[in-house]
């Protein structure tokens, strides 16, 4: 069973991300390194209406645990029957709160980030939820809602409600993605409590990774939009903690493999159409290929794997693969 107390530290793992963690791009990441994986958010009250959708997006392979599912909600019992159930029938290693998303359609209906300002919610949201189950509880908020210090104090009710562990992202709801994630801040909150703290917040390279851990003295980093058409974030920083080097980023036909691999099992879970959905990943993993420019309208437009593929020999050409 997971146990972040006794897990080897520093602990990697890719951070929750709507619409981009799911099952296929966690086991593209899975071929390539081994983080844990937090799974996007899904919502409580689906999951105890039963949505099949939900469930759905709830399920994974085996290959990609150690997992955990992120569930959103503000009622308590909802919650806790929603992480039962998600317990009960994928049984993922462990499940988040999501204390942290600023959207309004999420804050408005007091989830999210909201929590941080209702501390006796938040609190009775994590009890009522560790009762209901047997894997680790964790949860993830920002820095505050509109104060960066209201981490401080927050962190301690999510300690003493019972949660296993807890990831700050260094952020206010009121900052969304602006500004920068207050490492200093995520150290200070650290210090205040006895569980495993993960940092979070603009961590793209390797040598940010180390950077992170000393600002902090967490006990490991969550990595986000990094990791995107970019799981070799995870493999190069577990050989830059190794070693002390950084590793030379992938080779082009490398990215393109891997690309393609993770394209064909998007489709694969969502059927043909899915392709477009998956146009999201392939502008992340052609982030910065020189010469891309010449075939973005086509990417931006694929329709089928063959189109994606087609568009993939264009780029081997230009590079003279
Ligand atoms: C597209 C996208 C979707 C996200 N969805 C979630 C989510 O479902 N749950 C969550 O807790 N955070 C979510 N986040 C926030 C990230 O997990 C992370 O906290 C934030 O992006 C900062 O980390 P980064 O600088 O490594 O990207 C999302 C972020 C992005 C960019």
Redesign the pocket.
Known sequence: MLNWNTLPKPILAL???????DSPFCQTVKTIASPIL????VSSEAVVRGSEKTMAMAGFAQVERPIVQ?L?GADPDTMAEAARLIEETSAPDGI?I????PVYKITSNFN?AALMKDPALASKIIRKMKAAIRVPLSV?I?AGWSDPSECLDFVRVVEDAGADLV?I?G?TKCQS?SGK?DWEMIGLAAERVSIPVLA?????TPEDVVRALKATACDGI???????GNPWIFSRSEMMLKTGVVPPEPALEERLRVMLEHARRHVAFYGPKGIVTFRKHVSWYVKGIPGVKAVRHELHTIDSLDALEIQVQKLKRLHAM
Do not use: V, W
């Open positions: 951070s929750p991300m709507a619409d981009m963690t937090f799974r996007e958010m992120q959103f988040d999501n204390m942290g998303c999210g993830k920002r990831t992202h952020r993605y994630s979070n917040g603009d961590i793209f969550l990595i986000a939009r990094g990791g995107l």
